[in-house]
């Protein structure tokens, strides 16, 4: 049987590059080589497309696959039928591309950019299509079509950056209203908690809300919920089953980036803390929040339950979820009974349905 060429994409000129890059890593050392024909391309910071030729995938997290020698440039032609061109002094090497797997997190890899380049190109890719991407990476469309679908979710209000450099003063009395502290402050189109604080005064809200604001242009302020953090991971097209609950407990003000990715204060209980009855909750939530936004292939929904009622409330939903070797979107399918390869196996399956 012919084996299928799967382009994984990663990197990307996004906050999230470095994340991104020990995603990749890990799927590239768990995908079966002897299924696939894998091409592995690598978007640096300033945008360079680059096609890796080595094997030592653990060059990826320090950045030293960039200079491996037999890299070439490279870039994915949104001319239909033409695939992944790389580039050999004036000769252009053409390899077709049967399904790319983007393991690209946040801003111009997680939003819609990407997934409408492959969609020109006519290729099947890992993972929800453009209009879905796009609404769960901004944060304010998500709460949106959560409250249209009827989902239980914390307090928000929206924030502009042009509101902060011009009325300040007031915004911080309209938040201080609307919210007790503390509260928390989200940019909007930002994942793995880049950009995100807890405050839990005026001071420190007003850095908060500038500190967000150098990431978008829009902001979510949103109240506290006082609960358990808990993650679902989601997979499927037409019947999209959910995993068992897992549960993070971050040893940290709250999961930032740091106790994520670069501290070892967080840990991960699978499965969740909480009683069987609300874990079926949850997890009926997650799929509700999935079609809500239509979702096809994967996504990681996350929900806070609280310690004083269980009651379930939905945080946020992100499409490409950490695929490291401690993220929780694998360890939770494995703990479902899926194993990392067999995982990944799954994943472009549901590519390829997609476009059948």
């Given at each position: 049987?012919?084996?299928?060429?799967?382009?994984?994409?990663?990197?990307?000129?996004?906050?999230?590059?470095?994340?991104?890059?020990?995603?990749?890593?890990?799927?590239?050392?768990?995908?079966?080589?002897?299924?696939?024909?894998?091409?592995?391309?690598?978007?640096?910071?300033?945008?360079?497309?680059?096609?890796?030729?080595?094997?030592?995938?653990?060059?990826?997290?320090?950045?030293?696959?960039?200079?491996?020698?037999?890299?070439?440039?490279?870039?994915?032609?949104?001319?239909?039928?033409?695939?992944?061109?790389?580039?050999?002094?004036?000769c252009v090497v053409r390899e077709r591309?049967?399904?790319?797997?983007?393991?690209?997190?946040?801003?111009?890899?997680?939003?819609?950019?990407?997934?409408?380049?492959?969609?020109?190109a006519g290729i099947p890719f890992v993972?929800?299509?453009?209009?879905?991407?796009?609404?769960?990476?901004?944060?304010?469309?998500?709460?949106?079509?959560?409250?249209?679908?009827?989902?239980?979710?914390?307090?928000?209000?929206?924030?502009?950056?042009?509101?902060?450099?011009?009325?300040?003063?007031?915004?911080?009395?309209?938040?201080?209203?609307?919210?007790?502290?503390?509260?928390?402050?989200?940019?909007?189109?930002?994942?793995?908690?880049?950009?995100?604080?807890?405050?839990?005064?005026?001071?420190?809200?007003?850095?908060?809300?500038?500190?967000?604001?150098?990431?978008?242009?829009?902001?979510?302020?949103?109240?506290?919920?006082?609960?358990?953090?808990?993650?679902?991971?989601?997979?499927?097209?037409?019947?999209?089953?959910?995993?068992?609950?897992?549960?993070?407990?971050?040893?940290?003000?709250?999961?930032?980036?740091?106790?994520?990715?670069?501290?070892?204060?967080?840990?991960?209980?699978?499965?969740?803390?909480?009683?069987?009855?609300?874990?079926?909750?949850?997890?009926?939530?997650?799929?509700?929040?999935?079609?809500?936004?239509?979702?096809?292939?994967?996504?990681?929904?996350?929900?806070?339950?609280?310690?004083?009622?269980?009651?379930?409330?939905?945080?946020?939903?992100?499409?490409?979820?950490?695929?490291?070797?401690?993220?929780?979107?694998?360890?939770?399918?494995?703990?479902?009974?899926?194993?990392?390869?067999?995982?990944?196996?799954?994943?472009?399956?549901?590519?390829?349905?997609?476009?059948?």
């Amino acid at each position: 049987m012919k084996k299928l060429s799967v382009c994984i994409l990663f990197g990307g000129v996004s906050p999230e590059h470095e994340v991104s890059l020990r995603s990749a890593e890990s799927v590239l050392n768990n995908i079966d080589k002897s299924k696939y024909n894998v091409f592995p391309v690598g978007i640096t910071k300033d945008g360079d497309w680059i096609l890796y030729t080595g094997k030592d995938y653990s060059l990826l997290p320090s950045g030293e696959w960039r200079t491996f020698p037999g890299n070439r440039r490279a870039a994915i032609s949104p001319v239909r039928g033409q695939g992944l061109l790389s580039f050999e002094g004036d000769c252009v090497v053409r390899e077709r591309i049967d399904v790319v797997f983007p393991v690209l997190h946040g801003e111009n890899g997680e939003d819609g950019t990407v997934q409408g380049l492959l969609r020109l190109a006519g290729i099947p890719f890992v993972g929800p299509q453009v209009a879905a991407s796009a609404v769960a990476m901004d944060k304010t469309l998500t709460k949106l079509v959560a409250d249209q679908a009827g989902i239980d979710q914390a307090d928000w209000m929206l924030v502009r950056r042009g509101e902060l450099e011009s009325h300040m003063e007031r915004k911080l009395a309209a938040l201080e209203e609307r919210f007790a502290y503390p509260m928390f402050v989200k940019p909007a189109g930002t994942g793995s908690s880049v950009g995100v604080s807890k405050a839990a005064d005026r001071e420190a809200l007003r850095q908060a809300l500038l500190e967000a604001s150098a990431y978008d242009e829009k902001i979510l302020v949103e109240e506290f919920i006082h609960g358990r953090e808990i993650e679902v991971a989601v997979m499927g097209n037409e019947s999209p089953v959910a995993s068992v609950c897992g549960e993070i407990d971050s040893g940290a003000e709250f999961y930032d980036y740091d106790a994520k990715y670069i501290t070892d204060t967080s840990v991960a209980y699978v499965p969740a803390r909480i009683p069987e009855e609300v874990q079926e909750t949850v997890r009926e939530t997650a799929v509700k929040v999935y079609r809500a936004i239509g979702c096809r292939g994967l996504s990681r929904v996350d929900f806070f339950v609280t310690y004083e009622d269980n009651r379930v409330v939905f945080n946020e939903i992100n499409t490409i979820p950490g695929f490291t070797s401690i993220s929780m979107y694998p360890k939770l399918f494995a703990a479902s009974g899926i194993p990392y390869p067999e995982l990944i196996d799954a994943l472009l399956e549901l590519a390829l349905e997609e476009e059948a």
